[in-house]
């Protein structure tokens, strides 16, 4: 019994509301490009336009699990949600928020970050790359089970 409660807790974490990513973004801003092929493989993710330099605010409350610079994602933040169960990535940001520091507590809508067009996005079109993934029982930071996250941000911006 202990753990079916322990579980239901865990996926109630997992499910808890998503804060909009980006400070300002309206449902006008969001679309889903979750299945789009990008460089012949599938995108998993959604693409925030908006000016270099809005804030990124975290999506949940949790911890960032790994800050790391890519060729394709240029500078990127890995957040855990509280749970450990699903990964939050942020990428081709311009920089991160002062004090943002691997191991990190924030909280959801705390600044994190800022909109670029690091790594292999367009500087005419600096945006926010979104993803979430859910984590496997070893909770690595590279590897999940990708999740559209078009749906819960669309919730987030009309019930807000």
């Not at 949600?81 to 940001?93: K, T, V």
């Amino acid at each position: 019994m202990r753990a079916l409660v322990a579980a239901v807790g865990l996926w109630m974490m997992a499910r808890a509301p998503l804060t909009p990513p980006v400070e300002g973004m309206t449902l006008a801003d969001l679309h889903d490009t979750f299945n789009e092929s990008r460089d012949g493989h599938r995108h998993e993710a959604v693409d925030i336009m908006a000016p270099r330099g809005t804030r990124v605010r975290a999506a949940v409350s949790g911890t960032i699990q790994k800050l790391f610079v890519s060729k394709n994602g240029g500078i990127t933040i890995y957040e855990f949600d509280e749970a450990g169960a699903r990964c939050y990535y942020y990428a081709h940001l311009d920089r991160y928020a002062d004090g943002v520091r691997e191991g990190s507590r924030v909280k959801a809508g705390d600044v994190i970050a800022y909109v670029g067009y690091s790594g292999n996005a367009n500087a005419k079109a600096p945006h926010l790359h979104f993803a979430v993934s859910e984590l496997g029982p070893k909770r690595e930071w590279w590897k999940g089970t990708a999740i559209n996250p078009y749906a819960d941000l669309r919730e987030a911006l009309t019930t807000r």
